[in-house]
T-cell receptor, first 116, second 112 residues
Framework: SAVISQKPSRDICQRGTSLTIQCQVDSQVTMMFWYRQQPGQSLTLIAT?????????ESGFVIDKFPISRPNLTFSTLTVSNMSPEDSSIYLC?????????????FGPGTRLTVL | GQQLNQSPQSMFIQEGEDVSMNCTSSSIFNTWLWYKQDPGEGPVLLIA?????ELTSNGRLTAQFGITRKDSFLNISASIPSDVGIYFC????????????FGSGTRLLVRP
């Protein structure tokens, strides 16, 4: 498995500002993902962040709104830009681990964002 | 796009009872994963299924991957209060993206 930490764990932000969320993994991983979980909802994939390449965004998510960095194999950041109350959600990073026997995804504890 | 239909949406059961929840999809998945999410936490992986028809247990949890690779169920036997949480199924794409598609979740409440 992988131990994943996120910072901050929660934040309350003003409309129009930006917040950068950090994700740190205890081992080197190639594939990392960023998800959003709106209140009372399931998880929706924002983007795939592989080291050495540009992030790949899902339909409905754009780089200008959610810029992502992946400087090395253990770290990534997601920025929520020009925030509005609709961006209030839990943001989660996850990593994909694969061996010849299994492949699994593990999640960080999430960052709970409230936008006023 | 791909969707997972998860049911039931919520369950309120007596401690000691068995629980069953399932997910179906119109798409085929390579891998099927079951997660549990506690309040204020990220999802925790419970069981991963890789082969069509595979039946896997993890303590009081049992899950099966459907023969068609389009469905799965999760059973919890002899429920206890700490089983309370939201359970999500997730299907992993057949392509090399390894993206997960999540079900809508089943909220489980256990009455002591």
């Amino acid at each position: 498995s992988a131990v994943i930490s996120q910072k901050p764990s929660r934040d309350i932000c003003q409309r129009g500002t930006s917040l950068t969320i950090q994700c740190q993994v205890d081992s080197q991983v190639t594939m990392m993902f960023w998800y959003r979980q709106q209140p009372g909802q399931s998880l929706t994939l924002i983007a795939t962040a592989n080291q050495g390449s540009e992030a790949t965004y899902e339909s409905g998510f754009v780089i200008d709104k959610f810029p992502i960095s992946r400087p090395n194999l253990t770290f990534s950041t997601l920025t929520v830009s020009n925030m509005s109350p609709e961006d209030s959600s839990i943001y989660l990073c996850s990593v994909f681990l694969a061996t010849p026997i299994y492949n699994e995804q593990f999640f960080g504890p999430g960052t709970r964002l409230t936008v006023l | 796009g791909q969707q997972l239909n998860q049911s039931p949406q919520s369950m309120f059961i007596q401690e000691g009872e068995d629980v069953s929840m399932n997910c179906t999809s119109s798409s085929i998945f390579n891998t099927w994963l079951w997660y549990k999410q506690d309040p204020g936490e990220g999802p925790v992986l419970l069981i991963a299924l890789y082969k069509a028809g595979e039946l896997t247990s993890n303590g009081r949890l049992t899950a099966q991957f459907g023969i068609t690779r389009k469905d799965s169920f999760l059973n919890i036997s002899a429920s206890i209060p700490s089983d309370v949480g939201i359970y999500f199924c997730a299907g992993q794409s057949m392509d090399s993206s390894y993206k997960l598609i999540f079900g809508s979740g089943t909220r489980l409440l256990v009455r002591p």
